[in-house]
């Protein structure tokens, strides 16, 4: 079993910057694939950001975002810049054991969630 913990939301204005931060803690947790999903009122939800050996991004925070991974204090690290207010949801740490970083079926665990707000 792998708890996780988001930090970080808030309210910013578009074209701010904001880091998200996860802890994961429990059995083999640096082991994990981990990323960021986000979920906007109404949507579904999307990919953002993984990471295990190598990182993947979704296309829409493609050179926008950048995620990162301190495997010592397992910690995942999302750093958000040119925040659009399209980019507001809840964003939720994500682990895995196995399978694509952007499928949201192969995802093992899920963090309760920050929510990220992004005014015009």
């Known amino acids: 079993q792998v708890q996780l913990v988001e930090s970080g939301g808030g309210l910013v204005q578009a074209g701010d910057s904001l880091r998200l931060s996860c802890v994961a803690s429990?059995?083999?947790?640096?082991?994990?694939?981990m990323g960021w999903f986000r979920q906007a009122p109404g949507k579904e939800r999307e990919f953002v950001a993984g990471?295990?050996?190598?990182?993947t991004y979704g296309d829409s925070v493609k050179g926008r975002f950048v995620i990162s991974r301190d495997k010592v204090k397992n910690m995942v690290y999302l750093d958000m810049y040119s925040l659009k207010p399209e980019d507001t949801a809840v964003y939720y740490c994500?682990?895995?054991?196995?399978?694509?970083?952007?499928?949201?079926?192969?995802?093992?665990?899920w963090g309760q969630g920050t929510q990220v707000t992004v005014s015009s």
């Open positions: 429990g059995r083999a947790a640096s082991s994990n694939g």
């Open positions: 994500v682990a895995r054991n196995s399978g694509r970083s952007d499928d949201v079926s192969s995802v093992d665990y």
């Open positions: 990471i295990k050996w190598i990182a």
